[in-house]
């Protein structure tokens, strides 16, 4: 099998996630492939956006969920550098996780998404999360499920 080249992980910030993200980093050092870190987040409604438009803007990005999407994104791509990825981006995207991985996939070319087997919302009985879930019937590319069940 050929080498990933590209990498593409989606995280939540959640400690599972960030099992996901080690093995991404792992499976991307040991390739020297790119790695791509997506964070998806809500998009505000109409009525809030205009009132984070008066916050003040050194504070605006903090209380977003798109500062905040930033920030879980940023920290994985720490912990990625740390484990040896030498290409590490930062992507926070609007909308769907699922969607959003499988967006960033085909713009990056990517060969494959990574993504944890639960996150940090799920009924503990459901063995798969949706995002994986979705992700393994529509990803444009090969799916690695990291159980982070233990
Ligand atoms: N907002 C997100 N952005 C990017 N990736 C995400 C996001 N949320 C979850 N993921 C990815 O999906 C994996 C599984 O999380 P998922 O949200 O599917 O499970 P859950 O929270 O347990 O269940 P559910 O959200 O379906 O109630 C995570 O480990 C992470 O890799
Ligand atoms: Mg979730």
Redesign the pocket.
């Known amino acids: 099998m050929a080498p990933y080249r590209n990498v593409v992980?989606?995280?939540?910030g959640?400690p599972?996630?960030t099992a996901?993200v080690t093995a991404a980093a792992e499976l991307a050092s040991a390739s020297g492939a790119r790695l791509t870190v997506?964070?998806?987040?809500a998009p505000h409604p109409a009525q809030t956006a205009r009132a984070m438009e008066e916050a003040p803007e050194e504070i605006k990005w903090r209380i977003t969920e798109s500062g905040q999407a930033d920030e879980k994104a940023g920290e994985a791509c720490r912990l990625a550098r740390e484990l040896g990825v030498k290409d590490v981006r930062a992507r926070s995207e609007p909308g769907d996780?699922a969607e959003?991985?499988i967006g960033v996939a085909e713009d990056t070319g990517g060969d494959v998404i990574?993504?944890?087997?639960?996150?940090?919302?799920?009924?503990a009985r459901?063995v798969l999360?949706?995002?994986?879930?979705k992700v393994s019937h529509h990803a444009p590319c090969d799916v690695l499920i990291v159980n982070?069940v233990h």
């Not at 997506?38 to 987040?41: D, I, L, N, Q």
């Not at 990574?114 to 009924?123: P, R």
């Open positions: 992980v989606g995280t939540d959640s599972t996630a996901a997506v964070t998806a987040f996780p959003a991985l990574v993504v944890g087997s639960k996150g940090m919302t799920g009924a459901f999360g949706s995002v994986p879930n982070t």
